[in-house]
Nanobody, 123 residues
Framework: EVQLVESGGGLVQAGGSLRLSCAASGFIFDDYAIAWFRQAPGKEREGISCIRSTDGDTYYAPSMKGRFTISKDNAETTLYLQMNSLKPEDTGVYYC????????????????WGQGTQVTVSP
């Protein structure tokens, strides 16, 4: 079965850092585009970043550039999101997602979704 399991969330003070992980199984990890999304309280889910299966090139939503870095380890079938200089407005549930086409993720959709991990940034 396909599984995407996020971890690494928690409570941090503004200015701090977190690294989120998404452990994947049940599909050919390095053949899929994978991505991070988040949903802030009372807000719609928004895309953060995706990474291509073909060459590992990355895409960041314009509002997400600068502080967040996406990466993956194909051997460990794990996706990461390094988050630095966190702000209270970064608070939300962070989800990983996987799809056979990067464009699908770019459109905000995905074949597979994780259950999410909570990130809370205090003032």
């Amino acid at each position: 079965e396909v599984q995407l399991v996020e971890s690494g969330g928690g409570l941090v003070q503004a200015g701090g850092s977190l690294r989120l992980s998404c452990a994947a199984s049940g599909f050919i990890f390095d053949d899929y585009a994978i991505a991070w999304f988040r949903q802030a309280p009372g807000k719609e889910r928004e895309g953060i970043s995706c990474i291509r299966s073909t060459d590992g090139d990355t895409y960041y939503a314009p509002s997400m550039k600068g502080r967040f870095t996406i990466s993956k380890d194909n051997a460990e079938t794990t996706l990461y999101l390094q988050m630095n200089s966190l702000k209270p407005e970064d608070t939300g549930v962070y989800y990983c997602a996987a799809d056979g086409r990067e464009q699908t993720l770019r459109n905000g959709r995905s074949e597979y979704w994780g259950q999410g991990t909570q990130v809370t940034v205090s003032p």
